[in-house]
């Protein structure tokens, strides 16, 4: 698994754009603009968001349940916010 650190970039109200596969063959998350997620997880019953606000959570440092997906919950382009 790869996972870029994010740390820096925790910031309470900081917004993220991501753009993410699913049903990959790897776990890792690429900083860039936008964020680069890759998860394993099928984009049904959304398996594949917790897959990726779990993983971001990861990156950045902070708890799971401090992301919010505000755009993009059936799109591969997504926008999560920390609060």
């Not at 925790?10 to 991501?18: C, E, K, T, Y």
């Not at 349940?65 to 382009?77: K, Q, Y």
């Amino acid at each position: 698994m790869s996972v870029d650190d994010l740390s820096a970039r925790a910031i309470p109200g900081a917004s993220f754009v991501l753009r993410v596969t699913p049903k990959a063959r790897r776990v890792a998350l690429e900083d860039g603009d936008p964020i680069r997620v890759w998860v394993t997880e099928a984009p049904e019953d959304g398996k594949a968001n917790a897959a990726v606000r779990k993983l971001l959570a990861k990156a950045l440092g902070v708890a799971p349940s401090r992301l919010e997906l505000l755009r993009g919950a059936t799109s591969r382009d997504k926008v999560f916010q920390l609060d």
